[in-house]
């Protein structure tokens, strides 16, 4: 059995590293055609493809991966991260996993900012990928408004021992739009063929909706980039509403065609439909994205088209919040007396 | 410092960065509790947990004189010394100290405008880890001045008289009575609303989004145009439990310069689970009423 570094292949899917299977356009994330939960509801389109693209299937899980690696191969670059040296963001989920995964992946340190309200799969999970946690006193009367406090307890590690920690700060950094036009948008276009019209994904950051709308604008002006969201006081992990969308530097709304709210309950029995009739784990802010989808075709019910879903992550870390959404799924659990 | 009426309590981060080599001050850190301090704060600055040292830890109430002067000489600050606040949350808490500073009768108290909030924003400004040594001094008190305290007792005496401006701090949906508490708060009360006659103006208000405070003339607007607070009147400030309320009673007093301004720690969690006191429910009063 050889140590040496063997070659990664795309066509044998045999790796050296998880890193060699990030995403690119010589090794897309698959995407597949969404038909049962679609023709569930409404009148048949038999004119157009509805694609979901499955981000769940990224080295390290969510589509999140593409901004963790363009962001560390940012701070590379910059020489701000390197052997014995740290990444501090504040991150709640997907971006904190990523970032942990190849932060180990490359013998860098990991500490993450989260707040207290994220769920305690989140907090295990990030310290089983190795990563170190600030966790953080929400117990006291809000303020709107505020700088967000796990924002800058980050900035404050990266500003107090700089040898130590790098902040890649995924809310201004452009390495998070450009991972887009340079992995995902080029991956949809020669997926589709060029043939894509409708662009479908939600708004965390705004790195996918904006890289992706610049790409594919820029291949084509006619294609409809729609960015869904929920509606205020969602539970949603991952996304925000456009009256919190001042957190990020990085929207771009010259890009977005149509800002659509989708009431948050959809993105649950959205979610739930699709896993059941085309057998994707999509989860909570999949469904939600499918949720936009639908609307759009059922009011515009175009003769023909491709669209394209960015569904970010599967349903494993999300079961308590399924189970408040729907629950009838928390029914039938125990033995019958 | 735009034209505050007490515009020397005020200082920048600039005017606090350039002396940071020779301070003639001492730099005093509050914040609500030690995570921000510890990861990382102005060079030379000692830290205060805001729920750990600021506030008995027994009895409801402010700290002692005793419990003060055993905090602040431990810390190395002298009587003489000049004090420089600041912390997290809009100096939120930093406010609360600059209260009980004033409480004990420490003369030179100084606030620094923005806070860590604004520190943070300007990339050249430094931080560190490591802690100041300090020597502690004895520190002796001035007997407490009631005079920027109110009690309850102090509130029901002139609720709804017309004789006293109640500024309340808390959010619009906790002064209408909709929610109790924020949404998640542990500390609530047995029920919901406003003392009446009290003037709805979240605390928020008063800062801009890097967290220093607005121009005078804003805030003239915000607090007397708009909301109806009588400059010349004596003023009670409160809202759940008397952190965000004296931040308020830092603006009130300081910056507007009303005369006679107290907070009113015991605040909503005191008021309103006492039995038998007025309260009022419903949408603020419009200004001239």
């Known amino acids: 059995m050889t140590t040496d570094r063997i070659v990664s292949s795309h066509a044998s899917r045999v790796y050296d590293s998880p890193l060699d299977m990030l995403p690119s356009e010589d090794n897309p994330t698959p995407m597949v055609r969404v038909r049962g ?19 769940w299937l990224n080295p390290f899980a969510s589509v ?55 769920p305690l799969a989140k907090k295990v999970l990030l310290k089983l990928a190795g990563a170190e946690l600030d966790v953080l006193n929400d117990n006291l009367c809000p303020a709107p408004g505020l700088g967000d406090g796990s924002v800058n307890l980050a900035k404050t590690h990266a500003r107090a021992q700089p040898d130590r920690y790098a902040m890649p700060n ?11 036009e340079r992995t995902t948008g080029p991956e949809i276009w020669r997926q589709t ?47 925000r509403t456009p009256s919190a969308l001042a957190s990020t530097e990085l929207y771009d709304e010259s890009v977005i065609d149509e800002v659509l709210e989708i009431n948050h309950q959809r993105a649950y029995t959205g979610a739930r439909d699709v896993i059941r009739k085309d057998a994707l784990l999509a989860g909570p802010s999949s469904g939600l994205i499918f ?47 | 410092m735009s034209d505050f009426a007490h515009p020397e309590v005020l200082v920048s981060t600039d005017w606090v960065a350039e002396r940071l080599d020779a301070p003639d001050f001492r730099l005093v850190e509050v914040d609500v509790d030690s995570q921000a301090y510890n990861a990382g704060h102005l ?51 930093a406010a609360y100290a600059f209260w009980l500073f004033k409480i004990y009768g420490h003369e030179r108290v100084l606030l620094m405008d923005g806070g860590r909030n604004k520190w943070l924003a300007d990339e050249s400004k430094p931080l560190t880890t490591d802690v100041p040594e300090v020597t502690p001094v004895a520190y002796t008190a001035s007997e407490p001045d009631a005079s920027l305290r109110a009690r309850v007792t102090d509130v029901l005496r002139v609720v709804d008289d017309g004789t006293h ?37 979240p605390w928020a208000k008063a800062v801009n989004e890097d967290s220093t405070f607005k121009p005078r003339e804003e805030l003239e607007r915000i607090y007397t145009a708009e909301a109806g607070v009588d400059q010349s009147r004596d003023t009670i400030a409160y809202c759940r439990i008397g952190e965000r309320s004296s931040h308020t009673w830092f603006v009130l007093k300081y910056l507007l310069g009303i005369e006679n301004v107290r907070n009113y720690d015991g605040s909503w969690t005191e008021y309103g689970s006492m039995v038998g006191v007025p309260i009022e429910q419903g949408a603020p009063q419009p200004a001239n009423a």
């Open chain 1, 37 to 55: 939960a679609l023709e569930a509801s409404g009148p048949r389109l038999p004119g157009y493809e509805l694609y979901a693209k499955l981000e």
């Open chain 1, 64 to 118: 999140k991966d593409r901004a963790a690696a363009a962001l560390i191969e940012d701070l590379e670059q910059r020489d701000k991260i390197g052997p014995g040296r740290s990444v501090v963001e504040p991150t709640s989920g997907n971006t904190g996993l990523s970032l942990a995964l190849i932060a180990a992946a490359k013998g860098y340190g990991m500490r993450a900012v989260v707040p207290n309200k994220v």
């Open chain 1, 170 to 180: 995924q809310y201004e950094n452009r390495a998070n739009v450009l991972a887009h």
């Open chain 1, 193 to 239: 063929e060029g043939r894509i019209t409708h662009l479908f994904a939600s708004l965390g950051t705004a790195g996918t909706i904006t890289g992706l709308g610049r790409y594919l604008k820029g291949k084509d002006p006619d294609i409809r980039i729609v960015c869904v969201v929920p509606d205020e006081g969602h539970d949603v992990p991952g996304l």
């Open chain 1, 291 to 337: 949720e936009g989808a639908r609307t759009v075709l059922e009011r515009d019910r175009p003769e023909s088209g491709v669209g394209v879903m960015i569904f970010c992550d599967d349903a494993f870390k999300y079961i308590d919040n399924f189970i408040t959404h729907l629950p009838e799924l928390a029914e039938g659990l125990s033995p019958t007396e």
């Open chain 2, 43 to 93: 060079p030379g600055a000692v830290g205060f947990n805001w729920q750990t040292q600021l506030q008995d830890q027994v009895t409801r109430d402010i700290l002692s004189k005793e419990q003060f002067e055993a905090l602040i000489g431990g810390a190395g600050i002298g009587r003489d010394d000049t004090v420089v606040l600041y912390g997290d949350n809009h100096n939120w808490f």
């Open chain 2, 165 to 201: 401006n109640l500024v309340d701090v808390r959010s619009p949906d906790e002064f209408t009575g909709k929610v109790i508490a924020p949404p998640g708060m542990s500390e609530t009360a047995q029920r919901g609303g406003h003392i009446p006659g009290a003037r709805s103006i």
